[in-house]
């Protein structure tokens, strides 16, 4: 007689298992997909990067977390996104597409409003930032426990990333991260509002 309710628990958790690994999967493998056609064709999909304050460059909104300058570029955001995004992505599908969601437009639009002019930004940090975001202040307003907890235990491992929020290296878009950032702790707050 017990053991019904196991097996239910058990089967309930190799879906939740199973749905967290497409949800992940996909953006990922879209963009490992899209790193090896670039490669091929020499870096041309990158021109669909965020290019500040052109009208074409709007497009890289949409295109910019799915383009990688090099194999250890993406290599670098897989990690961060798989450990990030699975945080994010405990608290239910549609929170961690919504967060998505807010986290590439903050960073695409923050990119395409204060990036140099001429220059291409691309990559997930941005929605990566957003996540780190996300997490950081999810606690603070929820002021749930496990939220708290969860808000302490991210900012004590990657709090550090912060600092990736501000201008310092060559290369490195910081224009990007912290309008990831900002569309994390807009999310975390919204869907707070609406209970979610």
Known sequence: MATLPVRRTTQSLARTVKSHVVTLSVPLGAAWAVLGVNVLLGGVL??????PRTELGLRGIVFAPFLHGSLAH???NTVSFLVLGWLVLTGG????????????????????LFGSPGSVHIGASGVIFGYLGFLMLAGW??????SIVLSIGVTALWGG????????????SWQSHLG???GGVW??????KRGM
């Not at 990158?46 to 290019?51: A, E, H, S, W």
């Not at 307003?141 to 496990?146: A, D, G, I, L, S």
């Not at 999310?187 to 707070?192: E, F, P, Q, S, Y």
């Open 161 to 172: 990333m912060v600092f990736g929020v501000m201008p310092g290296q060559l290369g490195i």
């Open 187 to 192: 999310a975390a707050r919204a869907l707070h």
């Open 141 to 146: 307003w929820e002021r749930k426990f496990m």
């Open 93 to 112: 599908t549609k929170r961690f597409i919504i967060v998505s969601i807010a986290a590439a437009l903050g960073s695409g639009v923050c990119a395409w």
């Open 46 to 51: 990158n021109n669909y990067g965020v290019i």
């Open 180 to 182: 990831g950032f900002i």
């Open 74 to 76: 993406l290599t670098a």
